[in-house]
DNA sequence: AAAGTTTGTCTAGTCAATAAACAAAGATTA
DNA sequence: TAATCTTTGTTTATTGACTAGACAAACTTT
């Protein structure tokens, strides 16, 4: 059932509607606002005025006149709090402390070699005292704490499973937020890494986008219509377990010839040793490539390759309007991304391919911790509309 | 930039709530409509009278007391108008004439040799005269003609290609409207197909729907969070020309080791041609393994089985509630869905598998033209909230 | 027959948006 | 330089949709 309307909603989707566009536009007097919004000059001026006392918004000083009285500017006052944005990857922690903005105030990593659960959660306790107390005073100090995970995340913020971590059913959401008394957001390092894209990077005029991380497996995720989309349950976009070919090898999650048996970080290294190449490394590899090796350069062509044909298979599916290459797959750009647009531009349908671009991620290492930073900001705001939030 | 909010939108949003509870809910009161939607029982008295001004709904009698004086039933008044809804197929034609709840009135079928397109049209034609000749006098008469077809369409409705019907570049939907002045639609089969099985079929209480429609090729509908899913132009869910055979045969499309090569119509009579059947159908296969020939069952299994693997694909890409087959090989049902259900069962990643319900399609032959009437009996509702109806 | 319940309408009041008037502060022009 | 025009932002009166609560009608229970 859908809800009931009332003033009540209305007086909060326009408010909400104001200070996105205050966000969008800033700096931005009440006049345009009215303009642009098509609210009335009063109703902006009224909510604006209650913007203020949230302390969620600041005047700026005047700006200049285009022919009549000086308007005052607005500007996001994106002081008002800080996030608490994590990557939780498979060999280090990347953790950010986040302005309203996005704007990066502090930032950390800490590597690991040993993958047990209880000693990677001390690292992560630990990384996330630091990046607190490295946070200025402010109206609503912290206002949300988010990490991303190479694993299945259920909605609820249990992790059922991180395979490359070796863990099981780590119900982190709750643990931190036993910990922690802020709103705690727990989601796979895909779904994040394609919000990042869509809010700060790559994607940011794109409402069709498919991310696909690329690094020990693939993992991929789905921005339909602007939003995120997980599927029933959270479980969406496991297209690393897509079939590409019906016959093939046997994959530990229990299917046939999955995309990431021929296009991940695992199957470069699994063929550069068949082919010769000792304790390969993706940094060896490039490097390699890079010194004009041509194995090396062939093997990251080949990877690339079946990357393309996988990403066809995407284009196919939801006629994206952009495609992002994420994760530490990246460093290979110069060889994979050529291979995987003749692969796209050779076998994709023409109609699907003259609407899609391909493009390697915007913010690189850090497209999983913006788009933790983005989800807790939008949380965020979401909860300052209805009356929840706590000042310090 | 999202919409502004004022007292309109509130009336028209609590209008098509009130609207929606009686259609889903009828016969209902008054008294049970301002329960279930927490509107206030004066409001809902209003909006209720509105609507039996404009003739949407009606008062049916009393219904039994629950203690107290006895309540006024209300009723969807089902026959204030008509849809006209058709599934264009590869030889034939399927039109029916709806009222506003989507049971079905009059019904024809036409079956046609020639593909020429001004041949179909003017069946199409014809066809839709003979419906429209058959709908009762009424408030708003024909609101909407919809056209489902085998083929990829834009979203302004231009047939740009049709491959099994070799049409190209057929602006029906701009066609129609010249001849007819309702509103049109002209959609994909498998999206209708799609929209059919969630709003009257098989998937009723599923938001999160895949529907797959097998027949000489490979559609697929998408139903997502609820909506339809189209991708940016409208040419999502080309799933029929996803690799599953990373080397495979050439297809037609471009690509290559298409499932569709594997798991369609056209794929079966090609296997069955080589084991030694001749000008074979598919009710010639099925009505031999009906007979008991072996050689006929397993050339059914087989193809469920390669249907298998694209609906794990499937399962794997969406995390859906269901996934629904449906179209002209659902005549082999009781061969191919133990098959695919097999496969599903070895190969499909346990989290996504036991979320999900494999189903065919309840409305059988008429998931497209049932997915038509439903495109078309929203937007008339829609188009009820906006005051842009016309009446007789 | 009296008391209690339920339904549906009516009235007064509230709240948020709008339109229009107005004051403040600037630009333009004679 | 003064008068006039523009633009910004606030204030005031009005509108419209919803809500709460009173009330009449119609029915059941005691």
Redesign the pocket.
């Known amino acids: 059932m859908s809800q009931?309307?009332?003033?009540?909603v209305?007086?909060?989707?326009?408010?909400a509607l104001v200070l996105e566009t205050i966000k969008e536009k800033a700096p931005i007097?009440?006049?345009?606002?009215?303009?642009v919004t098509?609210?009335?000059?009063?109703?902006?001026?009224?909510?604006?005025?209650e913007l203020m006392d949230e302390k969620l918004i600041n005047e700026s000083g005047?700006?200049?006149?285009?022919?009549?009285?000086?308007?005052?500017?607005?500007l996001l006052n994106e002081r008002a709090g800080y996030t608490i944005s994590v990557d939780l990857g498979v060999k280090s922690i990347l953790g950010v402390l986040t302005d309203l903005r996005g704007n990066i105030i502090y930032e950390k990593r800490i590597r690991f070699q040993n993958d047990n659960v209880d000693e990677v959660l001390h690292l992560l306790y630990t990384l996330i005292s630091e990046l607190k107390s490295n946070a200025p005073a402010s109206e609503y100090g912290i206002v949300g704490i988010g990490v991303g995970v190479p694993g299945v995340v259920t909605t609820e913020g249990e992790i059922l499973l991180a395979p490359n971590l070796g863990w099981k059913r780590v119900p982190l959401r709750k643990m931190l937020s036993e910990h922690y008394q802020v709103p705690i957001i727990v989601e796979n390092e895909a779904n994040a890494g394609a919000y990042g894209e869509k809010v700060y990077g790559a994607g940011q005029f794109s409402t069709e986008l498919v991310y696909a991380s690329v690094s020990v497996g693939i993992g991929v995720g789905l921005i339909l219509d602007g939003k995120l989309y997980k599927g029933l349950r959270g479980f969406s976009g496991e297209l690393g377990h897509m079939t590409i070919e019906k016959d093939g090898v046997d994959c530990r999650c229990g299917n046939k010839g999955c995309w990431e048996l021929y296009a991940s970080e695992k199957a470069l290294i699994e063929q550069a040793e068949k082919n010769g190449y000792h304790a390969a490394s993706v940094d060896h590899i490039v490097e390699a490539a890079n010194n004009g090796e041509s194995k090396a350069i062939k093997l990251l062509e080949q990877l690339g390759d079946y990357l393309g044909v996988g990403i066809t298979n995407i284009i196919h599916i939801f006629n994206p309007e952009q495609v992002v290459v994420g994760n530490t797959l990246q460093l290979a750009e110069k060889y994979i991304m050529p291979a995987i647009e003749k692969r796209i531009e050779k076998n994709a349908i023409g109609f699907n391919k003259n609407d899609v671009q391909l493009n390697v991620a915007k913010l690189k290492k850090h497209s999983t911790v913006m788009g933790m930073a983005a989800f807790n900001i939008e949380q965020f705001f979401k909860a300052s509309g209805n009356d929840v939030l706590v000042r310090n």
Request: zero cysteines; a positive charge; charged letters at 20%.
């Open positions: 009931t309307w009332n003033q009540h209305v007086k909060k989707e326009n408010k007097s009440r006049a345009s606002i009215a303009q098509g609210l009335n000059k009063g109703t902006v001026s009224s909510l604006v005025s005047t700006g200049e006149s285009s022919g009549g009285r000086r308007p005052v500017m607005l």
